[in-house]
């Protein structure tokens, strides 16, 4: 015997049952003279009568007693067959022949067949190697069965013969059945059969054996595939009335037997409501699990619990903070890592909303990256990861976030990669990659982000529980997209899809559009609506936001006094949650309104100091576009230019400023921006007749000509916006 | 199962009937019961084939002495009906003979459940291809039927018994078959059934079964008036409905009045237990066991008998014992595993009641008192969240039942969820409350959220039930309701109404200090006000009080 046939034995013992094909293949790949003696002994016991099986099993000891053979008692093999042997040794006469029986279909069941080493679920496997004895002795190639069944029937009839997959499996074939149907759920969805399929599989399944609890648990996590509240509330209540049973059996596995499952059961129920949205029967569901964890002083479930309550609360809107840090506080007392780091985490979100200092916040999830790397967490480091990269992109710093996006797509996950599938389905991958995606739109790649949102769908079908991250995404983008070609009427249907996502964004967008129709009223009531929700549930972001278009609007009716202490709170919001590009965007905003009010030195200062570098750093294509607009334009005031040409214009200061418009006119074209376009090559035109060059002065009207014959509508007198 | 044997037992000999249709019928009943026998569904054989004679003769006798598979060999190349009909039942019956078998000497735990009949895929191709050359006569396409149900084929079941119920409208078995198979009354009025005396039996019979007794009952009724009345069939339907609906007394009358026509009856017994049991009627109980045992010890009415009998004798795990035996004999049998649930729950062994619940639902998802059981069970174990998804499956299929609302009230009480019991209490009232609690609890729910007025009225509504219900009951709390009743009165200054009910507590001994305190209280007030009441002490011919108090608003407590 040599190695390979020793590594062969522990897998075919442990492993699920084989077809003869698969099991005759696996021996031949690394033994042929064993297969074929296995061959020969099969074939001679399912050829001849039930005496050669007999004869096998009375055969067999004789190896085993010698002291130096491999099969000695006390080895592997030795062991299995002690287990064997006093297996058979109980069968009564008529159940050895119907071992007999099984084997010999097994055998023939092989050879009916033209294919060998058929993929799919094999309906029968009864092996004499078979420990548990379990063989069902229905066979799929019951031949004259089969012979039968040419004369024409009902399709439904037809169906319920002929599926291979139909019949009885055996203990291990359904075990491994679900734990791999259960792995490809948790990990890779779309590799796991489709839910109708899946559905009538388990129910074939619990037809045969209604006992398998662990069927019902796998029910309900396919019925939570498709939202169906109904089916998977059954299943899961059904699954912990079976858990309950097989719980009290085995006091030897667990404190206090069924206790546990009860707490637990309680729980998961508050799982699923939370899951569905119901919040008011997830609390309950929850005071209840709390309640009796209490009562019988599970510390650990209830830790878990608690971490329930504060999502629970969070998701509520209201302030759990405190509850999370006793969370973690507790969580580390009682030894448990991952739901202290997933609490930490949890602080974590909530400081970076509320404004605490980025070195606290990235401390905090560097130790508790540590903690994970200690102890294996792979699926806490990649939700650390995706969080820095929000956290990078929500205080602006884009080359950051797209690092540490890039940093977790490309991480190989520490979990095993089992059935050839690794995990790459979860919360933090959607997560990284919509604000990858994101990114690349900012940049004016949108090849890139078409093709980021196709692997999104793909991998986050739109029925699964993080699509709605990518919906939104999507929507956003294209959104923007259009707003930033001035297709107006393209991004207005869109608010509504956005507001089914997400209210708040969907309001501010709508405000924006109605701001772009310049229907100015109705945007100044939504938007005001907007800024005292937002501050209510300290969504600082969208407040910023907020008070951005609010001043802009006010710039329409040329209140720029008005704007002007709206844009300093708004800047001293910014600066405060250290949000460096609504800062710098507030500042561009402020920058504008002081050009207006005829301060343009004034104006051309804030922009050098603190507005250029990081948004041309950081900032998006479109914002780098009008920062270097509104240079221009605040050059050209400085250097003393008037609309109507008169005047005499420092002439140092307008070739810089021909330059900065040829760069910001690189950056609109890029996203074809025409309405910008046009206002660029205005100033273009203009600067260059000062300065005299005809020919360019030429060039640049003639392009703003035709963007301007193109776009139709009239250009505003002077540019009133950024 | 064995459904066939299950000819219906109507009155064939000794009725004189008044109409002709009726002679009819009894010449009909008279020819099928003839034709049943001859295949195996009786034990005699008249002699009208002359072809296969000798063959079918041989071969019924075989089939009598259960050698199925010797009958059916000797039948392989007989060609006439009732040779075929035999030859393809006793191979059915020879797969079911060796699934049970089977089953007790399998190979292991898992395969349970995974016994089949081999016979019924080699049945169904045969019977399948005859069937399509419409070469199938009544009883063969019931045993198609049959055959197709086993192999969980409920469609194309469904539409062979409707043709096997046209080709021999009198096969009992085949309704009988069908009613199984038929889950809601859309499906009972998509099909298409022949028109003949026996429909009325099926319908009355399928009725029942939908719970929708009041249909039932009329159908019966007719029935009965049509001829019937003799019938012990007809008795035994009609005392079951009354059970279902709850109506106690009426059904224990039709069951006493069935035993004494038919005293070896053990069929539907168990219901007449439950009656029994709920009455707790001790020596009519372990009489009627006594009886049962000696008749047939071994079938599964009588242990539930039996284990009814000692569950009210608070024997429970003798009884537990005698239901599981009931579920030897029949694994199918519903209300035993319900029974047993029940024992369990009383025995505190709730993991077991659980177990047991949950297979009364595998057996039929329908079962009501499964689900209510399974709610009790996790009810008692603190988990009132997780009961009322119970208790709502309880109440999806009984949605007239108070028991039901009544558990979902106090689950949703014990919740904090006062407006949703307020209503479930409400609904309860007004579906006809069974235990005359549900308006107790509402009155006691208004009274700590201080809606006093609300409370008043339920505890007035609440005194009304049961004085009009007549007999006592144990867990009444009229001194209760009094008790408040008077204090309210006394709050809104309606001096006689108070005194009235103050003298009504002094009635009930733990009340009787209070309502003497309160007439004291409203002596002194009295006294106060110089406005002394001439009718204070006069005799109280009923609860007066009810009807001088101004009309409080029931619509705001109603759901």
Redesign the interface.
């Known amino acids: 015997m040599d190695r390979a046939l020793n590594k062969l034995i522990l897998p075919l013992q442990q492993g699920p049952d084989l077809s003869l094909g698969q099991f005759l293949k696996t021996v031949e790949e690394c033994c042929p003279q064993t297969a074929y003696a296995v061959k020969l002994k099969l074939h001679e016991m399912a050829n001849g009568e039930l005496k050669d099986m007999e004869y096998f099993f009375y055969d067999l000891p004789n190896p085993y007693i010698a002291f130096d053979s491999e099969a000695y008692k006390t080895s592997v093999v030795g062991l299995f067959m002690r287990h064997m042997f006093l297996a058979y040794d109980k ?2 006469f ?2 050895v022949y ?2 007999y029986k099984s084997l010999q279909q097994y055998y023939h069941s092989h050879y009916a067949k033209p294919s060998d080493g058929q993929v799919g679920l094999p309906a029968l496997v009864a092996d004499d190697s078979d420990m ?7 066979a799929v190639g ?1 031949r ?2 089969k012979e ?2 040419d ?4 399709e ?2 037809l169906r ?2 002929n599926a291979p997959s139909r019949g ?1 499996l ?2 291990k074939q359904a075990e491994y059945f679900l734990a791999r149907q259960a792995y490809l759920l948790k990990n890779d969805e779309n590799k796991a059969l489709k839910p109708a399929a899946l559905q009538e599989e388990l129910n074939n399944m619990l ?4 006992d398998f609890a662990e069927a019902h648990y796998l029910n309900y996590l396919n019925s939570m595939r498709v939202q169906d509240i109904f089916l998977s ?1 059954h299943s899961l ?2 699954y912990f ?2 858990l ?2 097989s ?2 059996e085995g006091k030897s596995n667990g404190d206090e037997g ?1 206790g546990r499952s ?1 707490r637990y ?2 729980l998961n ?1 508050a799982s699923l409501h939370c899951r569905f949205g119901h919040y008011q ?1 997830a609390d ?2 929850l ?2 699990a709390i ?2 964890a209490q ?1 019988s002083n599970d510390h650990v479930c209830l830790q878990h619990c608690l971490s329930w309550l504060y999502t629970l609360e969070q998701t509520r809107g209201s302030d759990s903070t405190v509850l999370t840090e006793d969370s973690v506080k507790m969580a580390a007392h009682f030894c448990l890592p991952y739901l202290a780091s997933l609490g930490i985490q949890s602080l974590v979100q909530q400081g970076a909303t509320q404004g605490k200092t980025a070195h606290k916040l990235m401390d905090a999830l560097k130790d508790t990256d540590i903690l994970h790397w200690k102890h294996s967490l792979s699926e806490l480091i990649e939700i650390s990861l995706a969080q820095t990269t929000s956290i990078w992109r929500m205080y602006g710093k884009s080359t950051m976030a797209l690092q540490q996006a890039q940093l977790l797509l490309n991480m190989s996950s520490l979990e095993p990669v089992n059935f050839g599938v690794q995990q790459n389905n979860t919360e933090a991958f959607a997560v990284a990659l919509c604000h990858l995606a994101e990114l690349h739109a900012e940049q004016g790649l949108y090849g890139a982000v078409s093709e980021i949102l196709q692997h999104l769908k793909e991998q986050f079908p739109p029925h699964s529980q993080h699509a709605k991250l990518w919906m939104l995404c999507d929507l956003k983008i294209q959104f923007e997209r259009h707003m930033n070609e001035g297709k107006y009427h393209l991004a207005e249907p869109l608010v509504t899809a956005i507001s089914a996502l997400n209210k708040t964004e969907g309001l501010y967008r709508k405000a924006q559009v109605l701001k772009a129709l310049n229907r100015s009223t109705e945007a100044y009531s939504i938007l005001q609506r907007l800024q005292v929700h937002c501050e209510k549930t300290k969504c600082t972001e969208v407040v910023i936001r907020v008070m951005l278009s609010t001043a802009e609007l006010h710039w329409e009716s040329s209140g720029f006094s008005t704007a002007l202490p709206l844009l300093l709170q708004a800047l001293a919001l910014a600066r405060q949650h250290h949000l460096q590009s609504l800062a710098s965007e507030t500042i561009l905003h402020l920058a504008f309104t002081q050009l207006m009010l005829g301060v343009p030195e004034q104006a051309l200062c804030v922009l050098h100091e603190a507005c250029i570098e990081p948004v041309l750093a950081h900032g998006a294509v479109m914002d780098k576009g009008r920062a270097l607009l509104l240079t221009a334009r605040c050059q050209m005031a400085v250097a003393g230019f008037r609309p109507n040409g008169q005047g005499q214009a420092d002439l140092r200061l307008a070739v810089l400023a021909v330059d900065t418009l040829k760069e910001a006119a690189a950056y609109f074209f890029r996203l074809n921006c025409k309405e910008r376009l046009r206002d660029v090559h205005y100033l273009q035109a203009q600067l260059h007749r000062s300065l005299g060059q005809t020919s360019q002065c030429n060039k640049s009207a003639m392009l703003f000509r035709l963007l301007d014959q193109e776009l139709q509508s009239p250009a505003p007198p002077v540019s009133m916006r950024l | 199962i064995k459904p066939e044997t299950e000819v219906m037992s109507l009155p064939v000999g000794g009725t004189t009937f008044e109409f002709g249709d009726l002679v009819q019928i009894k010449k009909q009943l008279i020819s099928v019961i003839s034709l049943c026998k001859e295949r195996g569904l009786l034990h005699t054989l008249t002699l009208e084939d002359a072809q296969d004679l000798d063959a079918l003769t041989l071969a019924k006798s075989y089939f009598d002495l259960k050698e199925y598979d010797r009958a059916a060999y000797f039948l392989k190349g007989c060609c006439s009906q009732k040779a075929y009909f035999l030859y393809m039942y006793s191979r059915y019956l020879s797969g079911e003979k060796k699934k049970d078998d ?1 089953t007790v ?1 399998s ?2 735990p ?5 016994v ?1 009949n ?1 016979a019924l ?2 049945l ?3 019977l ?2 005859k069937h ?1 050359a419409g070469e199938l006569d009544g009883f063969t396409l019931y045993l198609y039927g049959v055959v197709l149900r086993k ?3 409920l ?2 079941a469904v539409e062979v018994f409707v043709e096997a119920i046209h080709a021999l409208p009198l096969h009992w078995g085949a309704w009988l078959e069908l009613s199984n198979l038929v889950t809601n009354i859309e499906m009972l009025k998509s099909l298409s059934l022949p028109d003949c005396w026996i429909k009325d039996f099926f319908m009355a019979h399928m009725y029942t079964e939908l719970q929708m007794i009041k249909e039932a009952l009329q159908k019966y009724q007719s029935l009965i008036e049509a001829g019937f009345s003799k019938s012990t069939y007809i008795i035994s339907q009609i005392a079951v409905a009354y059970h279902n609906i709850r109506d106690i007394d009426q059904a224990l009358a039709l069951f006493n009045q069935l035993r004494e026509q038919d005293p070896y009856r053990i069929d539907n017994m168990d219901t007449f237990s439950n009656l029994l049991y709920v009455k707790g009627m001790k020596p009519n109980l372990s009489y009627l066991a006594h009886n049962l045992v000696e008749i047939d010890k071994y079938r599964v009415e009588t242990c539930c008998v039996i284990g009814n009998y000692y569950s009210l004798r608070s024997q429970h795990e003798k009884a537990a014992l005698y239901f599981q035996r009931a579920l030897k004999l029949n694994p199918r049998c519903l209300g035993a595993w319900t029974l047993m649930g029940h024992e369990y729950m009383e025995m505190k062994n709730t ?1 077991a009641a ?2 047991a619940y ?1 297979h009364a639902i ?1 057996v039929n998802k329908r079962d009501y008192r499964a689900w209510y059981g ?1 709610g009790q069970t996790y009810e008692i ?6 009961c009322l ?2 208790y709502r499956k309880a109440h999806q299929l009984r949605p007239n039942d108070s028991r039901m609302l009544v558990a979902l009230g106090e689950s949703y009480e014990k ?1 904090s ?1 006062q407006v949703e019991a307020k209503k479930c209490y409400w609904r309860a009232y007004s579906v006809g409350d069974v235990e005359k609690m549900a308006l107790l609890k509402l009155a006691k729910l208004h009274e700590q959220l201080n809606e006093s007025d609300d409370a008043a009225q339920c505890y007035m509504l609440y005194i009304q039930d049961i004085f009009s219900c007549g007999e006592q009951l144990e867990h009444a709390e009229v001194s209760t309701a009094l008790r408040y009743l008077g204090q309210y009165y006394f709050k809104n200054k309606l001096y006689d109404e108070a005194s009235l009910c103050a003298q009504r507590c002094c009635d009930y001994n733990d009340a009787r200090e209070e309502g003497k305190a309160l007439l004291r209280q409203i002596s002194q007030v009295r006294d106060q006000i110089e406005t002394p009441s001439a009718d204070l002490f006069a005799p109280l011919s009923n609860n007066t009080p009810v009807r001088r108090v101004s009309p409080l608003n029931l619509i705001s407590f109603t759901p």
């Not at chain 1, 004369?151 to 009902?154: A, D, E, R, V």
Request: net charge negative.
């Open positions: 069968l009564s008529s159940q119907k071992l548990d004895l379990t063989n069902p002795e229905d019951d004259i069965d039968e069944l004369t024409p029937l009902h439904s009839e319920n013969d009885p055996s203990q037809k045969f054996n209604p509330a209540l059904h009335d079976r309950i049973l719980g009290n069924y009860l059961a309680a129920l029967q309950l569901a005071q209840e309640r009796i009562e | 089977e000497d190979l292991g898992l395969e349970k459940g995974q089949r081999e895929r080699e169904r191709v045969e399948s291809k399509i192999l969980d084929l469609k194309e993991s659980i177990q949950r595998e399974l174990l603190k988990m009132p969240f997780y998804y119970y919740l969820q």
